[in-house]
């Protein structure tokens, strides 16, 4: 929460700065689930979050922006700019808002260009992707992966030393792309065992992102952190955003 607040203070301060501030008590915000197909298409893979109604993505519209977020506790909203600022973020349906909404304010900003998922084949070129994303970068790292993307954790892993978290009981103990998956419990132990951090970027929504800073290089993927990312100075790998 603390954290979250950080990022709220940051959004008070744009909203001035471009001139929106006048627009707060119009009713501009709205959010809504989408469905899987909507959120993903249909990628050649069936096996990710989103298709097996683990999670949701939510989208919230800005004016001409949209702007997406995962969450576990997906709903609808309807409201102004100045509510969804003001949202207590209790829970994670309340993040997912806030941070969806943040999504498309810095869309309609022009501050970030990708809040919106990749669908289809994307997903599957996005993980091929990421292997030459982090050889460049960091040479042959042990990656800890935090929240389970099946497609990204079977590339990876051949080849790299790979350990992957994550916060779904139906997957800790099985092993996914000949990776045996952890419980989130043993997140620390792993991020000390590794040179790179790869996480979900739902971290910000599920309130776990602060434990992960800090003590090695991390690399957020996906839509969710986009603002976030832009705002915090993080680093955000997401090849195949809309």
């Keep these: 929460m603390q954290f979250l607040e950080g990022i709220r203070e940051k959004l008070y301060r744009l909203v001035k700065d471009r001139h929106l501030s006048g627009e707060e008590e119009i009713k501009v915000v709205s959010a809504r689930p989408l469905t899987p197909e909507e959120a993903i298409g249909r990628p050649e893979r069936r096996d990710f979050p989103l298709l097996k109604g683990k999670e949701s993505m939510i989208q919230a519209s800005f004016k001409d922006a949209c702007g997406q977020a995962y969450t576990d ?51 599957g070129r996005c993980a091929v992707r990421l292997v030459e994303y982090v050889r460049e970068r960091f040479g042959s790292p042990r990656i800890a992966f935090i929240g389970l993307q099946p497609a990204m954790v079977a590339c990876l892993a051949g080849h790299f030393p790979i350990r992957v978290t994550d916060l779904d009981p139906d997957n800790v103990g099985q092993r996914k792309g000949g990776v045996m ?62």
Excluded at 80 to 97: D, F, G, H, Q
């Design 73 to 123: 506790m997906p709903g609808n909203y309807q409201g102004t700019l100045k509510e969804v600022m003001a949202l207590p973020l209790r829970n994670n349906y309340e993040r997912a808002i806030f941070i969806a909404t943040l999504n498309a304010v810095m869309r309609h900003l022009k501050l970030v260009d990708k809040t919106v998922h990749c669908r289809d084949q994307e997903p």
């Design 181 to 242: 998956i952890e419980d989130a419990r043993h997140t620390e132990e792993i991020i000390d065992w590794s040179d790179l951090v790869l996480a979900t970027g739902t971290t910000a929504v599920n309130d776990t992102l602060l434990a992960l800073i800090g003590k090695k290089p991390v690399i957020f993927y996906g839509v969710t952190i986009s603002g976030i990312a832009r705002l915090a100075g993080y680093e955000q790998y997401c090849s195949f955003g809309h």
